[in-house]
T-cell receptor
Framework: EAQVTQNPRYLITVTGKKLTVTCSQNMNHEYMSWYRQDPGLGLRQIYYSMNVEVTDKGDVPEGYKVSRKEKRNFPLILESPSPNQTSLYFC?????????????FGPGTRLTVL | RKEVEQDPGPFNVPEGATVAFNCTYSNSASQSFFWYRQDCRKEPKLLMSVYSSGNEDGRFTAQLNRASQYISLLIRDSKLSDSATYLCVVNQRTFYGNNRLAFGKGNQVVVIP
């Protein structure tokens, strides 16, 4: 089954404790990205990757890191989480970043930073 | 002006009725347009792309008006299962030549029995 998976789905952590949210897709997609969704703000892109070893900042990259060492995986790293990073996070992938490509979203990771 | 603007609603719609809403976008160079559906606390899923000539998929009709820079979604014969948030998504080129997606905050639709 074609899908995007994220782990963990739910996480409660404390300020400053490094964490990684994994994202994996089995569709051989080139383009992957991370979004956060907050009430009243909608979906905002954090980072994206056009292919292996190619990443770039989105609209709200501060406090996050990413890596793309393999085509299928695109982990999101919070080196020192803070309460303002409490949010719902979605990973997404598409075959290409082209105009008409459907974005496939993972199920989401709900992160709470205390 | 925000890149993509939507009236969040909620739009309370009696079952069987028709509901329509618009989304405006600020970048006149935008290339592609989409409607995504998002159920509460779930991931967004593509509902339909929006083509220049307008397109229909069952009870759903999407229209694009480039001159006025808005897209619309119309849902006919609303079902209870149509209750969701409908996200307007616009694809546009960045200064560096990459494509990026801009999301609206969504139109919340509540279909009432």
């Amino acid at each position: 089954e074609a899908q995007v998976t994220q782990n963990p789905r739910y996480l409660i952590t404390v300020t400053g404790k490094k964490l990684t949210v994994t994202c994996s897709q089995n569709m051989n997609h080139e383009y992957m990205s991370w979004y956060r969704q907050d009430p009243g703000l909608g979906l905002r892109q954090i980072y994206y990757s056009m292919n292996v070893e190619v990443t770039d900042k989105g609209d709200v990259p501060e406090g996050y890191k990413v890596s793309r060492k393999e085509k299928r995986n695109f982990p999101l790293i919070l080196e020192s989480p803070s309460p303002n990073q409490t949010s719902l996070y979605f990973c997404a992938s598409s075959f290409y970043q082209g105009n008409t490509d459907t974005q496939y979203f993972g199920p989401g990771t709900r992160l709470t930073v205390l | 002006r925000k890149e993509v603007e939507q009236d969040p609603g909620p739009f309370n719609v009696p079952e069987g009725a028709t509901v329509a809403f618009n989304c405006t976008y600020s970048n006149s160079a935008s290339q592609s347009f989409f409607w995504y559906r998002q159920d509460c606390r779930k991931e967004p899923k593509l509902l339909m792309s929006v083509y220049s000539s307008g397109n229909e998929d069952g009870r759903f009709t999407a229209q694009l008006n480039r001159a006025s820079q808005y897209i619309s979604l119309l849902i006919r014969d609303s079902k209870l299962s149509d209750s969701a948030t409908y996200l307007c998504v616009v694809n546009q080129r960045t200064f560096y030549g990459n494509n990026r997606l801009a999301f609206g905050k969504g139109n919340q639709v509540v279909v009432i029995p």
